[in-house]
């Protein structure tokens, strides 16, 4: 989903209109519409702002994430690819190193046969 749908379904999804996303961020509300036209887009800063409003990530409103927190990699990964990505994501450190480990220790394995 493009950013401008995007911020019109969270705008929406929490009962505001544009005026008052617009005053929260401390920007016109012509400027806000032209967002949800997709006719300019908002920088960086307006979209922490924004982020912040709707509680969500930046990532999330540009389309890089999930409803779920999921990062999409757009380096031409599976599906599957960026579950596991995003899976190790949580693990801890230590867990990650043994993670590591056994995938290498995998490897060999195969290139020994």
Do not use: H
Request: glycine share 6%; charged share 25%; proline share 1%.
């Amino acid at each position: 989903m493009e950013y401008n749908n995007k911020l019109k379904e969270l705008r929406i999804s929490k009962g505001f209109f544009q005026k008052d996303i617009a005053n929260k961020i401390g920007v016109a509300t012509n400027t806000y519409q032209s967002w949800e036209r997709g006719i300019t887009q908002p920088d960086i800063s307006n979209l922490i702002k924004l982020s912040n409003v709707y509680a969500c990530s930046v990532d999330y409103i540009i389309g890089k994430e999930t409803e779920e927190g999921m990062i999409m990699f757009t380096n031409n990964l599976s599906e599957d690819e960026n579950i596991f990505i995003n899976t190790v994501r949580q693990l801890s450190l230590k867990d990650k190193g043994i993670l590591f480990d056994l995938a290498m220790t995998m490897l060999k394995a195969k290139n020994i046969k």
